[in-house]
Nanobody, 120 residues
Framework: QVQLVESGGGLVQPGGSLRLSCAAS????????MGWYRQAPGKERELVAA???????NYADSVKGRFTISRDNAKNTVYLQMNSLKPEDTAVYYC??????????????WGQGTLVTVSS
């Protein structure tokens, strides 16, 4: 199995910054991609940013230029640096793993979510 441990959420004022981390552990054979999704109250879950094993990145238009996704392959960890935060960034942020797990094959796994609140 794969376990995802998220950290870094919290309360921040508009214009502030936060850094989210997500570490994957378990019987991982290879990671295709990891990323961050978010879900605000009353809204559907949406992609925020994702990064492939090759380093290709994909961002939601609403966060381009403000958020940066990066990864540490040795630690199976993905980071989301969030700058210039806005109240509309308030949501539960979920880490997402897509990869191959020994004896189980391809899996998609979600983290438990971490709350980001942007408010003055």
């Amino acid at each position: 199995q794969v376990q995802l441990v998220e950290s870094g959420g919290g309360l921040v004022q508009p214009g502030g910054s936060l850094r989210l981390s997500c570490a994957a552990s378990g019987s991982i054979f290879g990671i295709n991609a990891m990323g961050w999704y978010r879900q605000a109250p009353g809204k559907e879950r949406e992609l925020v940013a994702a990064i492939t094993s090759g380093g290709s990145t994909n961002y939601a238009d609403s966060v381009k230029g403000r958020f940066t996704i990066s990864r540490d392959n040795a630690k199976n960890t993905v980071y989301l640096q969030m700058n210039s935060l806005k109240p509309e960034d308030t949501a539960v942020y979920y880490c997402n793993f897509k990869g191959v797990v020994i004896t189980l094959g391809y899996l998609e796994v979600w983290g438990q979510g971490t709350l980001v609140t942007v408010s003055s």
